[in-house]
């Protein structure tokens, strides 16, 4: 039952088909190396505040008896392992976003309600900073989507515009709507991104200044995920950016039509 032999006959489908093919292996092996990549900077981001929890630990058994000094370091300690919690969480998050095509929930998702909550979840930290976020709303678009992914995106971008802004600064987040395409730009005047700078942030890990982002409790992952979930439901993200002028990160989506909610 061997084959004897074999013809073969490359019709236009059977190029196309070899291509796609030959396109597949090349993108299975640039995924596999990013992949790697992504690996590779995980467990070195993870190395660095694990190091600093274990040598803040053995300082305070080395006995330092100052009793300020021990709550400082306890202090650190907490501080450090927030973050790392953050870190997890978040790798965590970027693999599920990465692993789908589409998002779980796929819902109407009232942008009004998306933008509020993002604002009230960031309170805390503003407040820390005396920084002001309010809104500017001018439409009550309503998208196809997770709402929950939809918070966290403008969590993060909210995040970010009081982390990269001076103490007693202003942000503001406006929700609009024109032709179908609503949109949702954080705006503040804080230290700007350069522009070598604003097409390499919304890479995982990529930070302009890692010190910063560490103190401030950053992972470098926040825009890769803001990224994420945006194209997770087929919309953009943008920046528009000056240093010590400030930045603007608009998210666009799609908007539900009236009256094609199932
Ligand atoms: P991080 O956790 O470091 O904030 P992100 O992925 O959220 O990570 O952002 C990547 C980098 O982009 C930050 O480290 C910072 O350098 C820059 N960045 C993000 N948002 C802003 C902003 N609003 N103003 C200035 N720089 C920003």
Not at 1 to 10: C, L, N
Not at 31 to 38: C, I, L, N, S
Not at 50 to 70: F, N, Q, R, W, Y
């Given at each position: 039952?061997?084959?004897?032999?074999?013809?073969?006959?490359?019709t236009?489908?059977?190029?196309?088909?070899?291509?796609?093919?030959?396109?597949?292996?090349?993108?299975?092996?640039a995924?596999?190396?990013?992949?790697?990549?992504?690996a590779?900077?995980?467990s070195?981001?993870?190395?660095?505040?694990?190091?600093?929890?274990?040598?803040?630990?053995?300082?305070?058994?080395?006995?330092?008896?100052?009793?300020?000094?021990?709550?400082?370091?306890?202090?650190?300690?907490?501080?450090?392992?927030?973050?790392?919690?953050?870190?997890?969480?978040?790798?965590?998050?970027?693999?599920?976003?990465?692993?789908?095509?589409?998002?779980?929930?796929?819902?109407?998702?009232?942008?009004?309600?998306?933008?509020q909550?993002?604002?009230?979840?960031?309170?805390?930290?503003?407040?820390?900073?005396?920084?002001?976020?309010?809104?500017?709303?001018?439409?009550?678009?309503?998208?196809?989507?997770?709402?929950?992914?939809?918070?966290?995106?403008?969590?993060?971008?909210?995040?970010?515009?009081?982390?990269?802004?001076?103490?007693?600064?202003?942000?503001?987040?406006?929700l609009?709507?024109?032709?179908?395409?609503?949109?949702?730009?954080?705006?503040?005047?804080?230290?700007?991104?350069?522009?070598?700078?604003?097409?390499?942030?919304?890479?995982?890990?990529?930070?302009?200044?890692?010190?910063?982002?560490?103190?401030?409790?950053?992972?470098?992952?926040?825009?890769?995920?803001?990224?994420?979930?945006?194209?997770?439901?087929?919309?953009?993200?943008?920046?528009?950016?000056?240093?010590?002028?400030?930045?603007?990160?608009?998210?666009?989506?799609?908007?539900?039509?009236?009256?094609?909610?199932?």
């Open positions: 039952g061997a084959i004897t032999h074999v013809h073969v006959r490359v236009p489908l059977g190029d196309e088909l070899a291509l796609a093919v030959a396109n597949d292996n090349t993108e299975m092996r995924a596999e190396q990013t992949r790697r990549e992504f590779t900077n995980v070195h981001e993870l190395k660095t505040p694990v190091g600093a929890l274990s040598l803040l630990a053995e300082t305070i058994e080395e006995g330092a008896d100052d009793p300020d000094m021990v709550r400082e370091f306890a202090r650190k300690i907490r501080k450090e392992s927030r973050r790392l919690t953050k870190l997890i969480q978040e790798i965590i998050e970027i693999s599920r976003l990465q692993g789908e095509e589409s998002v779980r929930d796929h819902k109407p998702v009232d942008l009004l309600a998306v933008v909550e993002s604002i009230d979840g960031a309170a805390l930290t503003a407040d820390q900073r005396r920084i002001e976020v309010s809104s500017a709303v001018t439409a009550d678009p309503v998208v196809m989507g997770d709402h929950d992914l939809l918070v966290m995106a403008v969590r993060n971008l909210v995040d970010n515009a009081i982390a990269y802004s001076e103490e007693g600064g202003k942000v503001t987040v406006s609009a709507e024109e032709d179908g395409v609503a949109s949702v730009a954080v705006i503040d005047r804080g230290i700007g991104i350069d522009l070598k700078d604003q097409e390499r942030i919304f890479e995982r890990f990529y930070r302009t200044d890692p010190a910063r982002s560490r103190s401030t409790g950053g992972t470098g992952l926040g825009l890769s995920i803001v990224k994420h979930i945006a194209l997770r439901h087929a919309g953009t993200v943008e920046v528009w950016s000056q240093p010590s002028v400030g930045s603007t990160f608009t998210l666009r989506l799609q908007t539900q039509e009236e009256g094609t909610v199932e």
